[in-house]
């Protein structure tokens, strides 16, 4: 059964940072694109960043020059390294898993999800 796992989330200051990571079981990690989309309350889900099968890397505008996403096939881990947060930041941030990368970064923003994990940016 395929499962992803977040952790990493937590309350920052504007302008810290703060690592997630996505821990996939039941599956091999480097057939599938991995990605992350965040939910704020009363918003829209927004795909914010995935890495292909290939490694290549995408990022919303939002985003780009402060998120890293990387990977770690033998771990099995996929991490997003945020930086220079902003309030405009927060959200629940959720792993997402796909044969397809493009699927990450809009709806249905994956076949596979996992729990989220909370990203609050406040003073």
């Known amino acids: 059964q395929l499962q992803l796992v977040e952790s990493g989330g937590g309350l920052v200051q504007p302008g810290g940072s703060l690592s997630l990571s996505c821990t996939a079981s039941?599956?091999?990690?480097?057939?599938?694109?991995i990605g992350w989309f965040r939910q704020a309350p009363g918003k829209e889900r927004e795909g914010v960043s995935c890495i292909s099968r290939d490694g290549i890397t995408y990022y919303t505008d939002s985003v780009k020059g402060r998120f890293t996403i990387s990977r770690d096939s033998a771990k099995s881990t996929v991490y997003l390294q945020m930086d220079s947060l902003k309030p405009e930041d927060t959200a629940v941030y959720y792993c997402?898993?796909?044969?397809?990368?493009?699927?990450?970064?809009?709806?249905?923003?994956?076949?596979?999800w996992g729990q989220g994990t909370q990203v609050t940016v406040s003073s």
């Open positions: 039941g599956f091999t990690l480097r057939y599938y694109a």
């Open positions: 997402a898993a796909d044969t397809v990368a493009r699927n990450l970064m809009g709806p249905p923003y994956g076949q596979w």
